[in-house]
């Protein structure tokens, strides 16, 4: 279920969560994190776009 997603870059593992934004037509798939409508833009810099399931770091 998380193969072909990237590694953390903080612990290297591999139990990556994608960040979805806005409110999709049904529930999340397994391993999806759903964070609401709000867009966070951090230092002008792009969308955080991958969650860490095992350190919650977040790239
Ligand atoms: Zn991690």
Do not use: K
Request: hydrophobic residues 30%; charged residues 15%; aromatic residues 6%.
């Amino acid at each position: 279920m998380f193969s072909g997603r990237p590694a953390c870059p903080e612990c290297e593992s591999q139990q990556t969560h994608v960040l979805l934004r806005g409110f999709p037509p049904g529930p999340p798939p397994p391993g999806t994190t759903l964070r609401g409508c709000t867009i966070i833009i951090v230092d002008g810099s792009a969308l955080t776009q991958w969650e860490c399931g095992v350190c919650g770091s977040e790239w």
